[in-house]
């Protein structure tokens, strides 16, 4: 092989390189729906179950899970938090940066003993916040969140009609996605190390 051809063959390897460097990995598919850029679902402010005020901005730096319902929810309620104490589970290491956000659409009975009885069983990191009537309509709208009470047997014993989904926002503080309930924990845990990953 002449010397021309040699130098003509390391630059042709050389160029492949390049480009082969110059490829970014593909973007992450999200399994849930991708929200990014929405003008809605952009902030809360109400107190925890110690009285402290919270807002996003708490827990800048990990990426927030934020699900609406009530303690006395049948069904939908203990399943989709049983499912993000899994996700967080499947995180390994990361599961220390996803904070799960209980907000409770019962104020009348939700006291902020019971909620953090309810909802530091599925994870002692988890945190709820309870805010009066206006407040929780308030909040409710500002995450077009349905919910209705649906009368029982007795005053007391009424069910809430509600919304069944999670937000997920990002390490900024952005809502980025909404996972329908009954998402596997797997995928939401894969979208959760999506945004991990993301550049502050």
Known sequence: MTRRNVLR??????????????????????????LTGATYARQFDLPDFDGKTRTLADFKGK???????????PDACPTTMAELAQARKVLGADGSKLQVVFISLDPDRDTPALL??????FSSDFIALRGDATQVKAVAREFKIFYEKVPGATPQSYTIDHTAGVYVFDTQGRVRLFARSGMEPGDLAADAKALLAEPA
């Open 9 to 34: 063959l390391l630059g042709a390897c050389t160029l492949a390189t390049l480009a082969a460097c110059n490829q970014a990995a593909p973007p992450h598919k999200f399994n849930a729906v991708d």
């Open 116 to 121: 953090k009885q309810y909802v530091t069983n």
């Open 63 to 73: 990426v927030v899970l934020v699900f609406f319902g009530y303690t006395q929810c």
